[in-house]
Structures are given as structure tokens and as C-alpha cells.
């Protein structure tokens, strides 16, 4: 039986129907969110998330020919980029709350630190989902790019090329705000 008349039929009302589409691809989408997350947890609960995400949207969701699959795994690397920006904004704000604020640090420098933190955040998330997974896996989690090319699926220079440019923008939105100050 196909993906798509199993969705119809938990759209029906049979729930049945729906666990056997989670059973037929649920390795496959918890394969996915591994390799995006790196983290058995996070890989569980963005699995949660996507079949989650399905059951809701049951009764709109089309599928390619008739499969799940191509949406399922969309879904999860969706689930699992979002997981990881929101993994990446909790490191941030536990940096600065960590900062001390007894140090040689004034207020004022550490109010700037927060608000160009915050900015960065903001121009990362305006960055396309690949080049913010590249900034994440290189500039945060500090992997080589050999290593992120192998998380993402891609090449090396793939990796270099798009990180470099991911730089370069990030330069350039702080200079024109910095030129706007």
C-alpha cells in the first residue's frame, strides 16, 4: 500500500494506517536527524517533531509519487536546523550570562558584546540553511571542514567556499551598521 493511501486512511481515522507509516520510515528520518544533530536526544526529538509535523498536517499533506519520504525527510532536516539554532541561541545566552560581572569588563562593554552577539544571531539566520549548518558545524561547534563536509554530505571546497562567503557577508553587514552608527 502506498504512503499517500496510508495518510489518507489515518486522515480517515485510522491510526493504524499512520503507525505504519511511521514504522516503514522511521529509521530513515531518525538516520537524518543524527546526522544533522550528532546527538541521540536531540535525534529522538526532531524525529518526534517530524512525524509530529505529519500527523498534523495529514489532511494537506501531498506527497511525491506517492511516497513520504522526499516530505519526511525535508521535515526532519527543518526540524533538526531549527532545533540547532535554537541549541545555538541557549550556548549564546548561557556565554553571556556566564559573563562575570565583577571583571575589569564595564557594563557598557558587555551590553555591547550581548547586542552584537544578538546581531550576529540575526545575520546568521538571514543566511541560507546550508550556510547557516556550515557556520554552525566551522565557527561554533569548531569542527574542520573536512569534518562538517562529511556531516552536511557535501565537499571540502564546498564547505571552504561557502563559509568564506558566509564570512565575507557577515563582514559586511556589521561595517555597514558600524558606517551607520
Not at 535554537?86 to 550581548?114: G, K, M, P, W
Request: charged share 25%; aromatic share 6%; net charge negative.
Amino acid at each position: 500500500m502506498t504512503d499517500e493511501k496510508l495518510l489518507q486512511q489515518s486522515v480517515d481515522g485510522d491510526r493504524r494506517a499512520f503507525g505504519t507509516l511511521h514504522d516503514r520510515h522511521s529509521r530513515i528520518v531518525y538516520a537524518v536527524a543524527i546526522t544533522a544533530t550528532r546527538n541521540a536526544a536531540d535525534a529522538e526529538e526532531v524525529s518526534s517533531d517530524t512525524f509530529f509535523t505529519l500527523w498534523k498536517k495529514r489532511a494537506t499533506v501531498r506527497f511525491t509519487d506517492g511516497s513520504a519520504l522526499p516530505w519526511l525527510i525535508a521535515t526532519a532536516r527543518y526540524h533538526a536546523m531549527n532545533h540547532q539554532r535554537a541549541r545555538f541561541r541557549e550556548a549564546t545566552i548561557s556565554l553571556n550570562d556566564d559573563v562575570d560581572t565583577h571583571s575589569s569588563a564595564s557594563a557598557e562593554t558587555i551590553a555591547a558584546e550581548r547586542q552584537l552577539t544578538e546581531r550576529l544571531e540575526e545575520i546568521i539566520a538571514d543566511l541560507g540553511p546550508l550556510e547557516q549548518s556550515i557556520v554552525h558545524l566551522c565557527l561554533v561547534d569548531r569542527l574542520t571542514y573536512e569534518q562538517a563536509a562529511l556531516q552536511l554530505g557535501i565537499t571540502h571546497a564546498t564547505v571552504r567556499n561557502r563559509l568564506a562567503r558566509s564570512r565575507t557577508q557577515l563582514r559586511h553587514e556589521l561595517h555597514l551598521e558600524e558606517g551607520t552608527s
